[in-house]
């Protein structure tokens, strides 16, 4: 049997799903019971997207109760793919019965139960493992469990106590000590901060064996460090990290805070005894300074802590000399200054008073630059930062020559220039956001490709050239920097924002071209990984008794399975899909699915903006916020705001209602974090800091999207078929794929029905008019269309915002386009109306596609290149070659010229499918 | 002035400024949670005091007996922190622990064998080629210096377990292997 069975999970590991499936077939005729070829198919059958086929499979083997282990393992799979967490527990359950002394089998119940996050079965399990087969560990994962399950939001607060002092007493309970391993003395250590028992933790902390742990582990002295501050212990702390800065040679920043705190509070309310402050302020200062002095400039640590301590001196009014502060700063230039971070050590204390600020600036202003070396140029380079950093808004109108050291860029072709062309391009922005004159951001092109010939891999220069490109309309240009940079794995989560937000004004599925479309399917990949490989090492670290990472890791899987730009993805993708697939009512229903999984999700921001290299000043806005498309930012009100229109508009549309879905949903739900209410209230309701997220025309989009729900909800109600015709339907459609009628499913008598559209008794609720709002979209969108030609960008927003109108009203008019549902349900007035509405969008959309292919011809000329070229000129000085200017210039030009046009095309073509 | 701290997974969230730079890789997400899953107290970051990240370090710890050895697998620091002795004080603690913990005999990294700067600098901090492994490094080709390239030094540095420093050898640069073993 193991000879016959081996060619199918070789099969399986290569991904051949197809022989895996014809080999089990072959030998299920043979052995037709057999329960571990049964799981074997199955799991083929869901890595072949063949769902129903294997669930009749599945539970067949779950009906027979497997506990062989290669049957379990197996089945773990399947059940995994297939989303049924829950019956993998019940499946153990069943197992660890029938063999009640296979410690393996309980430890795997113990793992699908930590799974799902049932942590107080979990907890039961493992108490119950460590009678059973007395190993130290499975108290610790009970004691871990009782914790998991006190940290639990579900948790009610007056449980939590409650659950720590379970834990403690598990502590307490284990034969051996916790400190023989530093994972439990972490764990333990974690308990007694919770519970405040200070006395015990230092009993442990002073032990000498307690000592050696914290020596060698960050991650016990980190606890340590946190309970002593609880207690308030600053001076004894501060007395420790001074031992160790100076016996030890320790550098890490966390023991100059410590010091730092001992001697002076950040800012406290406190009130302090003034002489003893600045005995100690002069003390600490005394030593410092000495340390600065052996450091040299090999640890920038004492010199960074003298800076910070004047800092806390002067906020508490100690301190007693009043240039000190720009004194060390000066002296912190002198010495670090050759060191790119720089800058940022010192972005701290730039905030300065009159004197000071203009103290500190003729210091930077009184510098020789020089190109000499590398040291020079980033002396050179820190010194423009900082005194950019500082500059006033009226330093920063235009007819200041805010971009004055670009001509500076030297032709040495170091590197370290790359930071001189972001400086310099971080000031173009400034000058085009006040001036809104696009030739600033061409400057800003130019300079930062030049910067790339010289620098291939300088990220930094390809990133705020994707925001560049992508303010003025040439999308393939950033789409080709930002493949560039070969951005993978959890990286597509924190950075895919910079192509993807709002991706769907540049998509052109709609004439074929999928390159948008690939990209959101491959960000959402590491979602997949999430799933598939962050549970597998809770459970390992559980093995490894790692427990100082389990909470993290859970917490990790949950940033990321609850990604707020997983879902804005997923919201692009709908956006582009609907322009690139037939509008059918298989959609219709899988994203009503999909959509209404995501909406009580509550989502966390992981997208990482601080990346962008932002050198503007203090007054000004981030560069992040000056180069964000259309202005804004996508949030959790943008995504929830779009995510309530489809669903509303897909539940209208859809015959799946909630008694439905209920039935023929495989998998487990979404876990509800959210008290949800009803869902038909919820999508209806509209806050206004969501809508601030929005542009004026996702406003109008959003507005018109409304009342059109409005307006057809009473007719589509009417129209859908009752929950029993539409599950005999499935029923049917399930036992013609695969021979087995659906499970929990009883098909009602026929009563002369056939096709679904049942006669009704009842009459159909009053056709009305169509509401203003939605009949006077296109114009006002048209009219917005012209306003906002001028900007390429702004352009193909509006126009996009109206194509998706038109779209979400062939959706939402789906149902009613076939006439036996119109008739059987009287609809004909309704029908009527719909005639017009879709008659005026197709003529306006069709003079929007006219404009933006006419728009696309006129970029692809000469004089837009010469525009582009002209516009350039305050890069002369750099003598950065014309010919390669031109290059630039026609290589974004060409890219607006196919993005714009293509847009219009697309449209056109849109508008012919769904013409009538 | 950097904070030394544990590698959390959550760091995977904010290591952009340094994983974007061309020579540093971006593994899946197993790589990493298998790091931090076996050898928690091998993987840190150092941090500026404002939470932007500056370097890291995942080592492990392998081998048994007289073979028990740290190993740093991966070590990099952001390029605009460079110069700072980050990386030599993350491979510091990790040979201190190496030691406490896990009771080895020396540490071990490997390095392509035409990054001079890293070598000079692993040098510095008591590294020396134990031996050469070809073909270690496949991506890149051969370039101008050769086999340089893509073959990979293995070297080694002793710790106090290893007073005779049998981990040490002055030929180590001629020891040729073919794989890994």
């Not at chain 1, 919770?194 to 060698?216: P, Q, W």
């Not at chain 1, 004026?696 to 859908?720: C, G, I, K, Q, S």
């Not at chain 1, 352009?795 to 008019?813: K, R, S, Y």
Request: aromatic fraction near 8%; charge should be negative.
């Amino acid at each position: 049997m193991e000879r016959q069975i081996r060619p199918i999970y070789e099969a399986l590991d290569t991904g051949s799903n197809k022989s895996a499936i014809l080999a089990c077939n072959k030998l299920l005729k043979k052995h037709p019971k057999n329960e571990l070829i049964k799981t074997l198919k199955a799991l083929a059958l869901v890595r072949s997207q063949k769902v129903e086929e294997s669930l009749v499979l599945c539970d067949e083997v779950l009906a027979a109760k497997p506990t062989n282990d290669a049957v379990l393992t197996a089945m773990m799979h399947v059940l995994r793919g297939l989303g049924r967490h829950k019956d993998m527990v019940s499946m153990f359950e069943q197992a660890c019965k029938l063999e009640p002394s296979n410690e393996d089998l309980a430890g795997q119940l113990f793992f699908a139960n930590a799974r799902i996050l049932n942590w107080k079965a979990a907890q039961q399990i493992s108490t119950r493992m460590h009678k059973q087969f007395h190993q130290d560990r499975y108290i610790y994962w009970s004691v871990l469990s009782a914790i998991l399950q006190a940290n639990d939001p579900a948790t009610a607060p007056s449980m939590r106590t409650l659950l720590y002092k379970l834990a403690h007493r598990l502590v307490t309970s284990s034969p051996t000590p916790s400190y023989v391993n530093s994972d439990r003395f972490h764990l333990h250590l974690s308990i007694l901060r919770e519970l405040e028992l200070f006395d015990e933790a230092r009993t442990l902390l002073d032990s000498e064996v307690g000592k050696n742990i914290c020596a060698a582990s960050l991650a016990c002295n980190e606890l340590r460090r946190d309970i002593w501050r609880v207690q308030g212990l600053f001076e004894e702390e501060g007395v420790k990290a001074k031992a160790r800065i100076s016996e030890q040679n320790d550098r890490n920043w966390l023991e100059f805070l410590s010091l730092l705190d001992a001697t002076l509070p950040v800012k406290g309310d406190e009130k302090l005894d003034e002489s003893k402050c600045r005995e100690q302020l002069a003390e600490t200062q005394e030593f410092l300074t000495k340390l600065a002095e052996t450091d040299g400039v090999k640890d920038r640590s004492a010199l960074l802590a003298l800076l910070e301590l004047e800092k806390r001196a002067r906020s508490h009014g100690l301190s007693s000399d009043a240039s000190r502060m720009v004194d060390l700063m000066k002296q912190y230039f002198d010495k670090i200054g050759d060191k790119a971070c720089c800058y940022e050590d010192l972005k701290p204390y730039l905030v300065l008073e009159t004197d000071d600020a203009a103290s500190w600036t003729s210091f930077l202003q009184s510098l020789t630059p020089s190109f000499a070396n590398t040291n020079d140029l980033r002396r050179l380079i820190n010194c423009h930062k900082l005194l950019r950093q500082n500059l006033t808004p009226d330093d920063l109108n235009i007819s200041a020559e805010a971009c004055h050291w670009a001509p500076d860029l030297p032709p040495t072709e170091l590197q370290p220039a790359d930071d001189l062309a972001l400086l310099a391009a971080n000031a173009f922005v400034s000058l085009w956001k006040l001036s809104n004159d696009a030739k600033y951001l061409y400057n800003a092109v130019a300079l930062l490709e030049f910067a790339l010939t010289k620098s291939k891999q300088s990220f930094h220069s390809r990133l705020l050239l994707i925001r560049i490109y992508r303010l003025l309309g040439a999308s393939s240009m950033a789409v080709e920097h930002y493949r560039a940079m070969q951005i993978k794995q959890v990286q597509l989560d924190t950075l895919s924002h910079f192509i993807l937000s709002q991706a769907s004004l540049f998509s052109l599925a709609s004439t074929g071209d999928l390159t948008y479309i690939t990209e959101c399917l491959e960000a959402s990949q590491i979602y997949i990984s999430n799933t598939q490989d962050t549970g597998e090492y809770i459970a390992r670290a559980f093995m490894n008794e790692k427990y100082s990472q389990i909470p993290e890791f859970i917490i990790f899987e949950d940033r990321l399975e609850n990604s707020l730009q997983r879902d804005i993805v997923k919201i692009e993708h709908l956006r582009m899909r609907l322009t690139h697939e037939p509008i059918s009512s298989d959609i219709i229903d899988m994203e009503l699915i999909e959509l209404k999984f995501i909406f009580d999700r509550l989502h966390h921001d992981n997208r990482d903006f601080g990346i962008l290299a932002d050198y503007q000043p203090r007054v000004s806005e981030k560069l992040n916020e000056q180069t964000l498309l259309l202005n804004k930012s996508e949030g959790a009100g943008w995504l929830s705001t779009f995510l309530k229109i489809y669903i509303r508009a897909f539940q209208q549309g859809s015959d799946l209602d909630d008694s439905v879905e209920e039935k023929l949903l495989i998998g487990d739900r979404p876990r509800q974090m959210v008290p949800a209410g009803n869902l038909k209230e919820r999508l209806r309701e509209r806050r206004d800091e969501d809508m601030a997220e929005l542009t004026p025309d996702e406003v109008m989009f959003v507005n018109y999207a409304t009342a059109l729900a409005d307006w057809l909800e009473p007719y589509h109600d009417h129209a859908r078929p009752p929950p029993s015709v539409v599950l005999a339907e499935a029923a049917k459609q399930t036992e013609l794929k695969t021979g087995h009628p659906l499970k929990g499913v009883e098909i009602p008598p026929k009563n002369g029905s056939t096709n679904g559209s049942t006669k009704k008794d009842e009459e159909p609720p009053a056709v009305t008019d169509a509401p203003e709002v939605v009949v006077r979209y296109f114009d006002a969108m048209k009219a917005r269309f012209e306003e906002a030609k001028s900007s390429p960008t702004l352009a193909l927003h509006v126009a996009t915002m109206m194509q998706e109108g038109f779209l979400l009203f062939v959706a939402e008019t789906f149902r009613f386009k076939a006439p036996s549902v119109v008739k059987v349900n009287k609809l004909g007035a309704l029908v009527q109306q719909f005639k017009p509405l879709r008659a005026n969008a197709v003529t306006l959309l069709r003079e929007v596609s006219a404009s933006l292919i006419k728009q696309g011809e006129l970029d692809g000329t000469a004089e837009q290149r010469k525009l582009f070229v002209d516009g350039c000129s305050m890069l002369s000085a750099l003598n950065i070659d014309h010919d390669f200017v031109l290059g630039v210039a026609k290589k974004l030009t060409d890219s607006r010229k196919k993005t714009v046009g293509e847009v219009g095309k697309g449209m056109a073509r849109l508008c012919t499918t769904y013409n009538n | 002035m950097s904070v030394l701290r544990p590698f959390r997974a959550a760091d995977m969230f904010s290591f952009n400024n340094i994983n974007l730079d061309v020579w540093t890789e971006t593994y899946g997400l197993a790589f990493y949670l298998n790091y931090l899953s076996t050898w928690p107290d091998l993987c840190y970051v150092q941090a500026a005091p404002s939470g932007r990240l500056m370097g890291y370090i995942l080592g492990n710890a392998e081998g048994s007996s007289s073979d028990i050895h740290g190993h740093v697998t991966a070590l990099t620091v952001a390029p605009e922190y460079r110069r700072l002795s980050l990386a030599r004080r993350m491979t510091a603690l990790l040979e201190f622990v190496s030691e406490e913990a896990y009771h080895a005999f020396f540490v071990d990294l490997f390095v392509r064998c035409n990054n001079d700067v890293a070598i000079d600098m692993y040098e510095g901090m008591g590294y020396s080629v134990w031996r050469r492994i070809r073909h270690y490094y496949g991506s890149l080709g051969v370039g101008s210096r050769g086999k340089d390239e893509e073959d990979a030094f293995d070297m080694r540095k002793p710790l106090s377990r290893d007073p005779s420093r049998r981990s040490v050898r002055p030929n180590g640069r001629e020891m040729i292997v073919e794989h890994v073993a």
